[in-house]
């Protein structure tokens, strides 16, 4: 399960309760070919008439109703809700093949915030220009995942990044403050473990899929290494990501993170934090009120930043962003649209009736939202924060499924973490050329 998929379905579950290149850090990839640029439409901003709006399955019914709020005020600008799949692999399929073909179908595509290099890059978005569609007050890292080389090519929509939970309960009986480094992790861990027989000490998502890549991504960047540098070119090779993939398969040897977490994604990380297996985890927010509702941990956990190896850690960023096709018709009501939606109203609406985080800065703290979402703020602060994952034209197809094979064969220890850093290198430098 993706992560924005699993963030999405249970943040719906606060809302009925009462109710967010390979570059982990840069902000350049491949720059587009002349050819890829020259074949785009130029934009007339002007054009208005109808569009259609595609995303993935509005499970919370709250977009349909933005929707048609929007027709109800437009009627000579209707927008059809297209929803495709739940699967976010076949989300980007249906757009890059209308992409591919040059159809216009789409003329706003919400579009994973991993995605919007690739579709930059090809030459499938279009430029949107600041005067247009201002960013003024979002959240810094949410503009940067919508934008390529220092152009706005996607809209920030909606945000994410992930938490460390832990158990409150047992931190404030041993007298333990939650931990902002690796190493008050595991002085924490060596306070309270010897008294809680089969419980671990930290976990998170270690399967080969894309949750290892974030959890990776994660420590390299928080060891102040990174796997792009700033001109996107492959860095893996560094002795701060070699210090970040060795705090994890380190783990792995010592007993820190259980052996069982190597096959974990999102939701066995989360069974195994409420069965009481671990005293920290590592995960998205969505899970925060599945775990309230547990009985078994309910009111004895809580939420923190990530901890890094000298200070706070770097959450990888999720979310999705709005991109309007470079082969659609009418880009004037797509622009209008696309605006309408990020207004603060309509981001509080999404907030408040499908839990999805925003990306204006001052939503994170207000009183009244801070009381009825409890981890909104702590959210906010590991958002401000958080990094893209790898910017790159390739990520999807080929820059994950890279870092996943060689993390992997270091926590299987079928290689040492320096000899898969420098075989990640290698396949990176020839990935990114």
Known sequence: MSHARAVRRALITLAAAGALAISVGCTAGPAPSASVTASAPSANWDELGPIVYAQGKDTSGTVKAQVAEWNKANPNEQVELRELSESTDEQRDAMVERAKNKS??????????????????????????SDRFPTGGYLKAAVDSGTYFDKLYAMPSTSDGALLYYRKDLLDKAGVQPPTTWAELQAACDKVLPSQDGMSCYGGQFDKYEGLTSNVAEAINSAGGSILNAQGQASVNSPEALAGLSWIVDGFTSGRIPAEAKTWQEEQSRAAFQSGKLLFLRNWPYMYELAEKDDRVAGRFAVAPLPGKDGPGVSTLGGQNLGISAFARNKGTALKFVN???????????LADASLAPVLEELYDEPAL????????????????????????????DVSRAIQEEAHAAIDGTKDPQTALNDLQLRLEALVK
């Not at 703020?377 to 197809?397: F, V, W």
């Open 340 to 350: 309408w939606m990020q207004t603060k109203e309509q981001q509080q609406r999404r």
């Open 104 to 129: 216009g179908e789409f003329a706003v595509m919400a579009i994973d915030v991993v995605w919007t290099t690739e579709f930059a890059a090809n030459g499938w978005l279009q430029e949107l220009p």
């Open 370 to 397: 801070q009381a009825k979402i409890p981890y909104l703020k702590t959210l906010g602060d590991s958002i401000r924060t958080a990094q893209p994952r790898p910017k790159a034209a390739r990520y999807s197809t």
